[in-house]
C-alpha cells in the first residue's frame, strides 16, 4: 500500500471513530408522550380562552369611545376581533383590533406603504406608534403601537362614509391606550 492509501485509511479510521464515539449519549428515564407532564393535567379542548384578547376592551367602553353607542355586536376573523356598532353618530360604523404577536411596526409601516395608505409617525404613551388612513377616507383611521411585552396592536375605527361623526383616528388611539394599559 502506498504512503497515500495509508494516511487515507487512518483518516477513514479517525472519521469512523470519532462518528461512532461522538453521538452516543444516554439520558435516564422513561420516555413521554408531548404534552404528558405526569398525566394528571386536563386538556382543555373547548378552546374557551381561544378569543380573550377580543375582551382586552369592554363592549360597552368600544361603544363608548366609538360615539357613545349602546348596540355593539362582536365577532371575530384570523387574528382580527371586530365589533359592529349599531348605534354610532351617523348611522353605523366597526372598531377592528388586531393584536400580531410576531408583528413590527416597521412590517405594518411596509404593508401600509405597499396598499398605498397615508401613515406617519405618532406617539402613544411616550413609544412610537402609526397613524394610518386611506388616501381621500376621512371616515376611518388606525394607530399600531408596540404591544406591552411583544409584536403589535392596532385599532382602526370606521365610521360610513359621508356621516358625521367623531375623528376616527382620535378613538383608535385612544383603544390602544386602553388595549396597553389593560395588557400590563
Known sequence: MSARGIVAAAAGALLLTATLTGCGTTIEGNAQPLGSGGGEEAINTDFDKLLRECEVVAADKIGEIVGDAEMVLTSFSGAVCMWDIEDAPGGSAMATLNWYEMGTLNNEKATNDKLGYLTSDIAVQGR????VRRPGDNDSCGVTAPAADV????????????????DPCAGAQKLVELTLDLAR
Open 151 to 166: 409584536g403589535v396592536v392596532g385599532w382602526w375605527i370606521n365610521y360610513r362614509p359621508g356621516s358625521a361623526h367623531p
Open 128 to 131: 412610537r406608534a402609526l397613524q
